[in-house]
């Protein structure tokens, strides 16, 4: 693959390596996906405030605002990437080749605010041959993308549930809590696979076949596995409250 040669590099510079987890980071659009997550709590913050008491609505803007701090999450997403992907090199070889860019701006434009209003009420079907369909399947097998969606859509559908708590502690117990949110990731994971493949198809549309056959290979790849499984790990901690 064409990122070999740069993976080669990055491998043999041990003095690289202490900052190459932060490289990938950067490089793999982290950063930009936080923007855009910021300016989605904004508008799920704004879709409360003319429905809840104003007590309870400045404590829910309140507990959001320092839950999803940009830079705490940047350091919890960072502190998880670091402690879940051993070896960072081949996904950094590939997020800074041509094709991995290519990939990573796919990605961030997919989430920008005005792309989520556009297609608020779902994307359109996307025309595709059997080959690229092919391609597509292969990838939503080897990403974590609906279990990605599903996380960022409770973290942003919790922050409400979280306010009430704290107004009315014991209203609802920690387990019956956790049951719930679990209910609602199932039913999130069930509607976002049944749409997944024309998402992708969507946010991937500008690579070529050959460019996405080479984004498959490296997603079905050890490495690309290893670093999705820490992506998604990623993401969670940078969600999640600060423990």
């Known amino acids: 693959m064409r990122f070999l ?15 190459i987890y932060l490289d990938l980071y950067k490089k793999s659009g982290w950063p930009q996906q936080q923007e855009h997550f910021s300016s989605a709590l904004q508008q799920a913050q704004q879709r409360y405030q003319d429905t809840l008491p104003s007590a309870i609505y400045q404590t829910l803007v309140n507990n959001s605002n320092s839950r999803f701090a940009a830079d705490a999450m940047h350091a919890r997403g960072q502190k998880a990437l670091r402690q879940h992907l051993a070896n960072p090199a081949p996904a950094l070889a590939f997020f800074s080749s041509s094709i991995g860019q290519k990939v990573s701006n796919a990605e961030t434009a997919a989430t920008h605010p005005a792309q989520l209003k556009r297609y608020t009420d779902g994307m359109p079907a996307i025309q595709a041959d059997a080959t690229r369909r092919l391609l597509i399947r292969h990838l939503a097998n080897a990403l974590p993308a609906s279990q990605a969606g599903a996380e960022v859509t409770l973290a942003l ?4 549930a979280d306010s009430l708590s704290q107004m009315l502690p014991g209203v609802i ?19 976002i696979d049944g749409n997944i493949d024309n998402t992708l198809l969507h946010v991937y549309q500008d690579l070529s076949d050959a460019e996405l ?25 940078s969600l999640r409250p600060a423990q």
């Open 157 to 160: 559908g919790s922050v409400a």
């Open 173 to 191: 117990g920690a387990e019956q809590t956790n049951a719930l949110l679990e209910t609602q990731r199932q039913r999130l994971l069930t509607e």
């Open 213 to 237: 056959e080479e984004f498959v290979n490296f997603a079905q790849s050890a490495e690309g596995q290893s670093y999705y499984q820490a992506a998604f790990k990623t993401l969670q901690a």
């Open 5 to 19: 040669l740069l993976f080669c590099m990055l491998a043999s510079s041990s003095s690289a390596f202490a900052d």
